[in-house]
């Protein structure tokens, strides 16, 4: 419960003031992402990018905990694991780059930590 309210003041923590806004349509694929997620900074970018793969991430688990097998994953991975997982998938595979960013997150964590 902790970590998904860590999640939520992590995405409505996000600056309003930032110099730098996020466009949605460059960032609502899963080549968008990737690249906010890249950055590795302090950027409103890699904040979205750590405060969205967490939030699906914190959803699966609820998802495995509650013993769905598809749409979930089993484990409890750091924030960070995700947004690895998420990103060493989207390297991975290039040909889906232009497909949803919650499709991506979605299919990079639930292989990385499926519930068999």
Known sequence: MYSFIT????AFGLSTTSA???DP???ATVEGLYRLCKR???SKAFTFCVAYV???AETLRMQGIG????FSICGTPTYGDTVQ???DWAEANT???QDGRLVGVITALSKTWPCR
Request: glycine residues 12%; proline residues 4%; negative net charge.
């Open 7 to 10: 999640a939520a003041i992590l």
């Open 20 to 22: 730098e806004p996020l």
């Open 25 to 27: 349509d460059e960032t």
């Open 40 to 42: 590795h900074d302090d």
């Open 54 to 56: 967490a939030g699906v």
């Open 67 to 70: 013993g769905a097998k598809i």
């Open 85 to 87: 997982a998420f990103v």
């Open 95 to 97: 040909s889906g780059w």
